[in-house]
């Protein structure tokens, strides 16, 4: 990116290349004395320049403004004398508007600052959504209204170093440009401007390239879930076979007894126990992110409508899906009594 930087001198304002930022050329634009610049910043720091004339870069900032001080030349003394007619010598009193008009001058410049007022909202991204902690109210001329200067009096006003990010409303990153350059962009006091760490913004943009990116490829994997729990249903189809086939044998047979131990009881019970309602399940349903058959499907249904974590391992809504076991209810139905 090219570097900028606005100088000025009186009304005159121009925009100069950092590599023409010289004493030379300034010279030459302002009519001053070369061995005479210095220029001087927003805050009214001055800045000196190289024994070549140029100025370093390290001591400027881009787009920012800077004011041209130096001795007038002697070409522009000898064009505004030149221009004068004759006066006839004679003694006169000294005019009361020269110290006037001297005088007048810093109150001219000073009146020419015109100091704007800009809330800026201190705020953290968590889950992708703005939390606004407080609020700072900068104080800034019209030749500081730019993303940079503002930024600097945010982090001065904060009193810490941490880099942030300006952003509006939509999480839109406010970039330094010529239509954000001045004071008309920052006197809209309808748009609402944010400050944010820069770290938590990258954060936020990592997580949602990913889902952008998931989103594209997400079909093949919709297919490695299908064939996983095709897979698992097959046995658990293969398991409710089995305790059908127990179950008409204990119901056919009354003078046999089934005994279990407590720890297998125990086991049987957890195994067909639903995780949230701790009673034995109802259209049970399997959770692809740990392969396990959680409980049932109205509790869980209403378990997604609060959180979108899993309530077994507690992974998040990217991996948490929810297939519905077939073959098991009336394997459950049956052993109702034998579980409860």
């Known amino acids: 990116m ?8 009186g009304n005159k304002r121009i925009s100069l ?50 004011e041209v001080h130096g001795e007038s030349s002697a070409s522009e003394g000898e064009a505004s004398t030149s221009g004068q007619t004759p006066i006839r010598f004679a003694f006169r009193r000294p005019s009361n508007s020269t110290p006037t008009a001297s005088t007048n001058h810093p ?34 001329s019209e030749f500081e209204a730019s993303v940079n200067n503002i930024k600097a009096k945010v982090t001065e006003a904060l009193g810490h170093d941490e880099p942030i990010v300006l952003i509006d409303s939509h999480q839109n990153e406010i970039m330094d440009c010529e239509g954000t350059r001045g004071p008309a962009f ?7 401007i944010y400050a944010v760490p820069e ?16 989103s594209d490829t997400s079909l093949p994997e919709v297919f490695d879930q299908i064939e996983e729990v095709v897979l698992a249903s097959q046995g658990l189809q293969e398991v409710s076979s089995s305790l059908k086939e127990l179950v008409k044998f204990v119901r056919g047979n009354k003078h046999t007894t089934l005994c279990l131990s407590e720890d297998q009881a125990t086991a049987v019970k957890l195994a067909f126990t639903c995780i949230l309602c701790t009673e034995p399940m109802r259209e049970p ?32 809504d990217t991996d948490f899906q929810l297939q519905a076991v077939l073959g098991l209810e009336d394997a459950v139905a049956a052993l109702h009594n034998f579980v409860s």
């Not at 600052?113 to 109210?137: C, P, S």
């Not at 920052?186 to 609402?192: D, T, Y």
Request: with cysteine; proline share 3%; charged share 30%.
């Open 285 to 316: 349903m399997h959770a692809s992110c740990c392969s396990t058959i959680l409980g049932c499907r109205p509790c869980l249904e209403r378990w997604r409508e609060s959180s979108s974590l899993c309530p077994k391992c507690r992974t998040d």
């Open 199 to 214: 770290e938590q913004l990258q954060r936020h943009r990592g997580k949602r390239r990913r889902e952008s990116r998931q």
């Open 2 to 9: 090219e570097m900028m930087y606005v100088v000025f001198r």
């Open 186 to 192: 920052w006197k809209q006091h309808a748009r609402k």
């Open 107 to 140: 109150s001219s410049r000073a009146a020419s600052l015109k100091m704007l007022q800009r809330n800026v909202f201190i705020a953290e991204l968590l889950d992708g959504h703005l939390e606004t902690q407080k609020t700072v109210t900068i104080k800034f």
């Open 17 to 66: 290349r950092g590599e023409d930022l010289t004493t030379g050329k300034i010279a030459m634009i302002f009519q001053v004395r070369a061995d005479s610049i210095y220029l001087t910043d927003d805050h009214n720091r001055a800045v000196l320049p190289l024994p070549n004339g140029a100025f370093e870069s390290q001591d400027l900032l881009m787009s920012s403004h800077y």
